[in-house]
């Protein structure tokens, strides 16, 4: 446990802040990407069965997940303008996914064994698969359908990577020991060219706009070809084994490399060197970047950035140029929506993992210190210090839930009085009673449920023993009263005529009279819910050109606040239906690389906001501050600096940082009481306790 030193509601103390880091959610290596260009979204495949849909116009964040049927891992991904996403998977199944409805549009088998690589022409009208058994399939993508349009002459050996050339004309294909040229219409092989030995295998490809092949292979070399007349150009050893993953910039002259051992991102530059009175060009080593521990199985270039994955399933976002200090992010393999609830009274925690709940009860602090520090008022120390307690009692793991390995928890809750939990998979939902002394926990049985009480992609307790399911396939909220003995439907409410697409975020109020729900579109709707269950919608709030990443409303005042994922942060009144406070694009610097993942409130005093990333804990101040019962504004007071005086003159209706505390991929913030916090994060070191070693490697002047 923690104590922070801020400002508080009067003044000055203390905030107490749980540093819950028993969350040991597992890695899930990265397999695959595609990027958008036009629509900015990366599509990347997991080794588990999931599609991840990331937003990268402004700081990345996770918009859209689509589920996979249990043993259906996708091997490689293609984009077909923006709507149109297609995968392929070693079950053999090629598929069309619909990017907005999340769920599949159409489906292949078209060799019947494994799919290992597909790439779609520049003309985006035919796409190219290549199988386990050496076939290769065209299948036609033009009027918005798959249709089988022709098969290659059968190659020896599985088809690792497929590329088209620019006119569409040729395929270009690599397998083990051989690089071959095919003619597209003819279906044969125009060349092949031979490896430095037949057990090298080519795992990627790269074609440029001047017919240049580009390949890497398990040797760890990157060998250059000129298509036309199949002769080699360069060849460089780049890494000691294993070149996984290429890239290239759109204007094809930076070449980024990456794979297994050592697992670095090596850059290289297109350079025209002369010798004599002849010119040539060659890629010569640029920069290079360490930022994973262990192997590197995909890469997209987003210029001027690297965006890269593999083993570990971290996202990691660094720049192609030369810098002092060059950007790095990186983004841990979280699961989607809220993975982390909590019981304030009963001060229990709630963890969601893909197969599994646990139950903890915190830590609390030894009652003399406690003492100790009420009594103290420690003015000397900085804000944002922070000092380490000692806890009377450790964190307790008080139970399990455990579900079928295939199953995916994709929701789970519990309730605020501790009594149920509720969690949802994609399948069915289930409900249980929790009771104390002895702990124990009663599932209540299908047949004794509602049959509204359907599959949920968002799970709801309220403080007036209400359960909120958000089902995501109609689009619809179902309301449930809690009673001691029995689950009773109350009402429903349609959110589909006013968000078109699948719900990202959703809150109600702390009083439970409002409802807000923010859709992948950039829409917020806001509801008034009735007792009589006569829902009535109250305003959309104007759509914003980022999308939402997080969302809170105020107790005890109709007020709403959003952050969006350019940085701003925006407070608007339901009442008045105006905003009342926002803040400048990327107030916070931080903002520009990690989105604001939560946002927490202060009860007593509307005028503080804490927002959290995945690197840190921030603390804002509203400049034009408001005066409540619980806090008076002191209009004399000098403890504002000249600048930050100047601040607040020039965007009154703004925000101003206070303090930040690093934190190391923070995954929830909760607010136990004004003055005590939780914090759930994860330790790099933690995430990747479970995989191999990493690679180790010499270096200059170490033993």
Same mark, same amino acid.
């Given at each position: ?237 780049? *890494? ?6 290429? !890239?290239?910039? $759109? @204007? &094809? +002259? ?7 051992? =050592? ?95 646990? *139950? ?6 030894? !009652?003399?210190? $406690? @003492? &100790? +520090? ?7 120390? =900085? ?321």
């Amino acid at each position: 446990m923690t104590a922070i030193l801020n400002e508080p509601p009067q003044g000055g103390g203390k905030q107490q802040l749980h540093n819950a880091r028993f969350y040991t959610i597992k890695p899930r290596a990265i397999v695959g990407m595609a990027y958008n260009k036009l629509s900015k979204c990366l599509a990347l495949s997991r080794e588990t069965d999931c599609i991840e849909l990331w937003n990268m116009e402004y700081a990345p964040y996770l918009d859209r997940v689509i589920h996979l049927l249990p043993g259906s891992p996708v091997e490689a991904l293609a984009w077909a303008g923006t709507k149109r996403l297609f995968s392929a998977d070693l079950t053999g199944k090629l598929i069309e996914w619909d990017v907005l409805r999340l769920r599949q549009r159409y489906e292949q088998s078209p060799t019947g064994n494994a799919l290992w690589s597909m790439d779609i022409n520049g003309q985006e009208t035919e796409l190219a698969v290549g199988s386990e058994e050496g076939h290769i399939n065209i299948m036609s993508i033009e009027n918005d359908e798959i249709t089988y349009k022709s098969i290659f002459n059968k190659q020896k050996g599985r088809v690792l990577c497929c590329k088209f050339d620019k006119s569409g004309k040729h395929l270009i294909t690599g397998s083990e020991g051989y690089v071959r040229i095919w003619s597209v219409l003819k279906g044969h092989t125009l060349h092949t060219m031979t490896l430095s030995a037949k057990d090298v295998i080519v795992w990627c490809l790269r074609v440029l706009a001047d017919n240049t092949i580009v390949a890497g292979d398990s040797a760890g070399f990157v060998t250059v070809w000129n298509a036309e007349n199949a002769t080699q150009i360069d060849r460089q050893r780049v *890494l000691d084994k294993n070149v996984f993953a290429l !890239a290239l910039n $759109e @204007e &094809e +002259d930076r070449l980024v490399c990456s794979g297994m051992e =050592p697992p670095l991102i090596r850059v290289f530059s297109k350079t025209k060197i002369r010798r004599e009175e002849s010119e040539s060009e060659r890629w010569i080593k640029f920069v290079q970047r360490d930022a994973h521990k262990h192997y590197v199985k995909s890469l997209a270039m987003i210029d001027p950035l690297i965006v890269s994955g593999g083993l570990d399933g971290i996202l990691t976002i660094t720049s192609s140029e030369r810098s002092s200090l060059p950007q790095l992010s990186q983004h841990a393999p979280f699961l989607q929506g809220s993975a982390a609830s909590v019981a304030i009274d009963a001060k229990l925690l709630l963890l969601r993992y893909p197969h599994s709940l646990d *139950l903890w009860r915190l830590g609390t602090v030894a !009652a003399r210190q $406690e @003492e &100790e +520090d009420e009594d103290e008022e420690r003015w000397d120390l =900085p804000v944002g210090h922070t000092e380490d307690l000692v806890l009377a009692k450790p964190p307790q793991k008080l139970l399990q839930l455990n579900v079928r390995e295939k199953s995916f928890i994709q929701a789970a809750a519990l309730s605020p009085d501790a009594a149920w939990i509720c969690y949802s998979t994609l399948t069915d939902v289930r409900l249980s009673r929790l009771t104390q002394a002895p702990l124990q926990v009663e599932r209540r049985p299908a047949e004794d449920l509602p049959q509204e009480l359907t599959p949920a992609s968002h799970i709801l307790f309220t403080k007036q023993q209400q359960l909120l399911l958000l089902d995501p396939k109609a689009n619809r909220v179902n309301f449930f009263d809690l009673e001691e003995d029995r689950v009773l439907f109350r009402s429903s409410l349609d959110l589909g005529a006013h968000l078109k697409r699948s719900v990202s975020h959703l809150v109600v109020s702390p009083d439970g009279e409002y409802l807000v729900a923010a859709s992948t579109d950039h829409l917020i709707g806001v509801w008034r819910l009735q007792p009589a269950g006569k829902h009535k919608h109250l305003v959309n709030l104007p759509r914003h050109r980022a999308g939402t990443t997080a969302l809170a409303m105020h107790e005890g005042r109709p007020r709403l606040v959003v952050a969006y994922a350019d940085g701003r942060l925006v407070e608007y009144d339901l009442v008045k239906r105006a905003f009342t406070c926002e803040t400048v694009e990327y107030l916070i610097p931080g903002t520009k690389h990690f989105c604001i993942r939560g946002i927490i409130l202060d009860p007593k005093n509307p005028n503080i906001f804490l927002v959290h990333t995945e690197e840190y804990l921030y603390v804002l101040e509203r400049n034009k501050r408001l005066a409540t019962e619980d806090y008076v504004v002191n209009t004399k007071s000098k403890k504002y600096s000249q600048e930050s005086r100047s601040l607040m003159a020039a965007n009154p209706n703004g925000m101003r940082l206070k303090t930040q505390l690093p934190r190391q991929h923070l995954v929830h913030v909760f607010r136990l009481s004004p003055n005590e916090l939780v914090n759930v994060s994860i330790s790099t070191s933690n995430l990747l306790a479970s995989l191999p070693p990493p690679f180790q490697r010499k270096r200059f002047g170490a033993s």
